[in-house]
């Protein structure tokens, strides 16, 4: 009976030891393991990305597939603002054959459709966006990082993150309690509160990069779509011309 007991106080023990040093991981050593879980310095300063897969966006009572979603991204080397447009991106998304979204930045300009837009509406657009990428950063120089509590994620137990940028934006990313992955950023934006929840993560044999294939969108909690990303590539040659639409 001793020995039972002295086992089940062990047990719990060696339990509570393990609670109290996860709660007491600061947020740099939390950040840190984020990093190394996502795929490490190779992760963390790619050159470019391009992503492949197919989204589901919802419009009022209207929920529209499209069986085409595409990004193409050029990154910056630095970044002091975590929402303001930096490097270049490119978006396609196609239903029944036809371009419904069509967006490019090319490090000055912003592009549709229709052509080159109003530059103030395109800063408004992409702050209503950009966010996650400054994760990349957070270890340069005038950025702070502060464990800002825990959260549950699709169930699972996350550390929150706030990351003030040089600027003074702010950024919140959850971060799983087991894993280490990434599971949702959230920041204000011009459209009202914005926050992604990533999941379902995969891997290519040739990456040390973790992808999350379901990304969820959200402002001010109402499900705006979700992209499904089926394959990946980094590092890969872009062209200049792929981030310039013409008139």
């Known amino acids: ?36 879980a996502a795929g490490g310095d190779f992760w ?14 919802y419009q009022g009572k209207d929920t ?16 002091r ?19 419904i979204i069509l967006l490019a930045y090319d490090g000055n300009h912003t592009y549709d459709q229709h052509g080159k837009q109003e530059k103030s509406e395109a800063v408004k657009r992409w702050a209503s966006n950009f966010g996650y990428g ?12 502060d464990l800002f509590g825990t959260d549950h994620v699709h169930g699972f137990n996350t550390h929150t993150i706030k990351v003030t940028d040089p600027v003074g934006s ?7 309690r087991d894993t ?7 920041f204000d934006t011009p459209r009202g509160w914005h926050h992604r929840l990533y999941s379902s993560f995969f891997q290519k044999p040739e990456y040390s990069w973790k992808q999350a294939s379901k990304v969820e969108l959200f402002y001010d909690n109402k ?8 394959d990946f590539h980094v590092n890969e040659k872009l062209p200049d011309s792929l981030f310039i639409l013409d008139d």
């Open 1 to 36: 009976m001793k020995t039972i007991l002295y086992i089940i106080f062990a047990c719990l023990g060696a339990t509570a030891c393990q609670t109290s040093k996860i709660k007491s991981l600061s947020a740099t050593e939390i950040m840190s393991k984020a990093h190394e």
């Open 44 to 57: 963390k300063r790619p050159q470019t990305l391009s992503m492949f897969g197919y989204g589901t966006f």
């Open 180 to 186: 280490y992955e990434i599971v949702k950023v959230a």
């Open 170 to 176: 702010e950024t919140f990313f959850d971060i799983r």
């Open 81 to 99: 603002d975590a929402h303001k447009a930096s490097g270049k991106v490119r978006i396609e998304s196609y239903r029944d054959n036809q371009a």
């Open 64 to 79: 529209f597939h499209h069986e085409k979603h595409v990004m193409y991204r050029q990154f910056e080397s630095q970044k």
């Open 223 to 230: 499900k705006t779509n979700e992209i499904i990303w089926t």
């Open 134 to 145: 400054v994760i990349r950063h957070v270890f340069d120089k005038g950025y702070q990082l």
